[in-house]
């Protein structure tokens, strides 16, 4: 990255440090049924970030991601999206504040052809947010040659392209992508992290939660490490260097 353009960069995120959080959990707490997952997670999104979620397998990530989404039992304490206090919202009313989730199991209707899946999502958010087709084969040729395939024919990696691919054709400009690059070739990732990129520069907000370290770190702006059901650390990426033993400590990496 230029250093204009990181300049340019660094100025947008002051800026939208002022505003509104685009995402903002306080004390969050979720179950599942009996069992209590969540254990009061305070985390910050400002406009325009990347931000990553970290943590061992169990630690309570998805399930931060299936809260705000209100995917999970029980919520309590504050979800608030773009300023509007989401926690007794039902999923579909949550989704029209413009939040697209990318789950882990991708969700590919196989009866449909790449296109159709393509096509298939309602708006959610500003039209004007809303990427054409021709945008998303720009930005995947992969799916552009396999626009016609069934979508459970396609690869792995081109699966999981269809499944970001389809939440930025619904307007929405706050991501929540679970472990995008788990189990794909390294070909497939780079493609991924150039995605990260492109729309960040687009001004898109984006949570990821990620095993994979090295795709993530180059990528996010800040950094959550949770354990246990709650943030354990919080650091951004100029912190990095010398955070690297406590997540060696926490995470092994």
């Known amino acids: 990255?230029?250093?204009?353009?990181?300049?340019?960069?660094a100025e947008q995120l002051r800026e939208a440090s002022t505003r509104e959080p685009a995402l903002e959990l306080l004390g969050a707490q979720a179950w599942y049924g009996e069992s209590h997952i969540l254990h009061g997670v305070d985390l910050t999104v400002h406009r325009g970030e990347v931000v990553t979620l970290l943590g061992r397998n169990g630690a309570g990530r998805t399930t931060t991601l299936r809260a705000i989404m209100g995917l999970t039992g029980r919520r309590t304490g504050s979800i608030r999206i773009g300023g509007h206090e989401t926690v007794g919202m039902s999923t579909h009313k949550i989704a029209h504040y413009g939040v697209g989730y990318c789950p882990e199991e991708r969700g590919i209707f196989s009866s449909l052809s790449c296109e159709e899946n393509l096509l298939l999502p309602p708006l959610v958010g500003n039209a004007k947010d809303a990427m054409s087709i021709d945008e998303i084969y720009s930005m995947f040729?992969?799916?552009?040659?396999?626009r016609s395939s069934q979508g459970t024919r396609l690869?792995?990696?081109?699966?999981?392209?269809?499944?970001?691919?389809r939440i930025l054709r619904t307007g929405a400009n706050l991501l929540l992508l679970d472990e995008i690059s788990e189990g794909l070739a390294p070909v497939i990732v780079q493609t991924l992290a150039r995605m990260i990129l492109m729309l960040k520069a687009r001004g898109y907000t984006i949570v990821m939660v990620e095993q994979n370290f090295r795709f993530a770190a180059p990528l996010a702006d800040r950094f959550y490490v949770m354990e246990h059901g709650k943030i354990v650390e919080h650091f951004n990426s100029g912190e990095l260097d010398t955070k690297m033993p406590v997540l060696h400590e926490l995470l092994g990496v």
């Open 141 to 146: 040729p992969n799916l552009k040659e396999r």
């Open 155 to 165: 690869s792995g990696g081109e699966q999981q392209m269809l499944a970001v691919a």
């Open 1 to 9: 990255m230029s250093t204009i353009v990181a300049e340019r960069r």
